[in-house]
């Protein structure tokens, strides 16, 4: 049994990071994933669970919130029409394959090279999200042939990598190619689910040492935050949406992204051990 004061700090620190999360993605708009891994992260090792395997946790368990979150959002977006499913039926299978090779490649590396891998991503995440405009294009329709047939596998491959959705890619990729923004952002909740399914599975028989993963792990999801993400998010999203039709979301979404910027500054600093 775990120590009980241990599991009561891990509750704590779990609740605080399902409501910012919850409230954020109501907010921004932001997949909950890019904020989850590194917060599941710190948390963790903040609760003394440094193993080599600590990236393959949170990456796992921020990915089986991703589930039910793209689940419940594509069923609301598809009532309201939104989600464009012939983009989401050609690219789901390149992403499922990208997928599962993500979960085979984060499965053989250190946590501290999927620290490193966070790290870089995440600063091109954030300078996206900083700098990019609503303008900038690389074509009038989403590619198809060989172009998708590259270019889907890589959506879930980094996405695994990352353990995130597929917003943080999809949405700027769909974005480029001409797609309006509340149709890209509808289906690439989509997308998230065609990651989040196979990749958990896939998780779910990653063997992580018993003195290196957190209480109520099962392979490499911890139980005891998967649920209390999932509840946190469903009572503060709300909260967030609430907040983003009482102001401006945009410049709150630069500040976002210096955020995200510096926590992703400071993944790859730690991966390099400085």
């Known amino acids: 049994m775990p120590d009980t004061m241990l599991l009561m700090q891990m509750l704590a620190l779990l609740l605080v990071i399902g ?10 708009g932001v997949g909950g994933g890019i904020v989850l891994v590194p ?3 710190y948390a963790f090792q903040t609760l003394g669970y440094e ?18 979150t793209s689940l419940r959002s594509v069923l609301s977006h598809n009532k309201k029409g939104a989600v464009d499913w012939d ?9 499922a394959i990208g997928a599962v090779l993500g979960v085979l490649v984060a499965s053989s590396l250190r946590s501290t090279t999927l620290q490193g891998v966070f790290g870089v991503l995440g600063i091109v995440i954030g300078a996206y999200l900083g700098l990019g405009r609503a303008h900038w294009r690389l074509g009038q329709a989403m590619p198809k042939g060989f172009a998708r ?3 889907s596998p890589i959506v879930g491959f980094l996405s695994v990598l990352m ?26 909740a989509g997308f998230g689910i065609t990651i989040a399914v196979p990749s958990v599975i896939g998780f779910l028989f990653l063997t992580i040492a018993p003195e290196h ?4 792990t099962l392979g490499a999801v911890n139980l005891v935050a998967f649920f209390i993400v999932i509840a946190m998010t469903l009572i503060t999203a709300p909260w967030g949406v609430k907040l983003a039709h009482a102001m401006d979301p945009k410049p ?6 210096v955020f995200l910027t510096l926590v992703a500054l400071n993944m790859l600093r730690k991966a390099l051990g400085w």
């Open 163 to 188: 353990g995130i959705g597929g917003g943080s890619f999809g949405v700027p990729l769909m974005s480029l190619y001409n797609t309006p923004i509340h149709r890209a952002v509808a289906t690439a």
């Open 252 to 257: 709150l979404k630069r500040v976002f992204a």
């Open 39 to 41: 917060a599941f992260f």
């Open 19 to 28: 409501a910012f999360a919850g409230v954020l993605a109501g907010l921004l």
């Open 149 to 151: 047939a590259i270019l």
């Open 87 to 95: 983009i989401l039926k050609t690219w789901a299978p390149g992403i």
């Open 51 to 68: 193993g080599p395997q600590l990236m393959q946790v949170c990456l796992a368990t921020s990915l089986a919130t991703i589930i039910v």
């Open 213 to 216: 993963r957190p209480p109520y």
